[in-house]
C-alpha cells in the first residue's frame, strides 16, 4: 500500500486509531525529501500490515506542522494511540527508516 498524502483531518483520525501511523512531513521544493520519497514508498508497502505511513505537505497544512513543532523536513514521525512516540530528522536511508520504524514501535511497546 502506497503512503497516504494527508490533510489535517485525515492525520487526526488516522493518528487516533490502533494502528501506529508513521507520518512523513515534507514538501516538494525540499530536494532531500524528494530523494528519499521512493525508499518511504518502499516503506510504506512494506509495513502496511503493521502501520499505517503518510505524508504530510508542509506548505498544504502548515498550521499541523507548526503544531507538530516540525522544524526541519524531511521529518518522519511515529504516531501510537494518538501521540508521538519518537522521530527522525532527515533519514539517509531506507535502513535508516527501518531501525527507526523497529525501535520507535518497540519503545511504544509494540
Not at 524528494?34 to 502496511?48: H, L, T, V
Not at 518522519?76 to 525501535?103: H, M, T, W
Request: negative net charge; proline residues 5%; contains cysteine.
Amino acid at each position: 500500500m502506497a503512503a497516504i498524502h494527508m490533510d489535517q483531518k485525515q492525520f487526526e483520525t488516522l493518528r487516533k486509531e490502533e494502528k501506529p501511523v508513521l507520518v512523513d512531513f515534507w514538501a516538494p521544493w525540499c530536494g532531500y525529501c524528494r530523494r528519499i520519497g521512493p525508499a518511504y514508498d518502499k516503506i510504506a508497502e512494506e509495513y502496511g500490515d503493521t502501520l499505517t505511513a503518510g505524508k504530510v505537505n508542509i506548505d498544504e497544512n502548515p498550521q499541523l506542522a507548526e503544531a507538530e513543532q516540525i522544524e526541519v523536513i524531511p521529518t518522519l514521525v511515529l504516531y501510537r494511540n494518538g501521540r508521538a512516540v519518537d522521530s527522525i530528522v532527515a533519514p539517509e536511508s531506507k535502513a535508516a527508516i527501518d531501525r527507526f520504524i523497529k525501535a520507535a514501535l518497540e519503545k511504544s511497546g509494540g
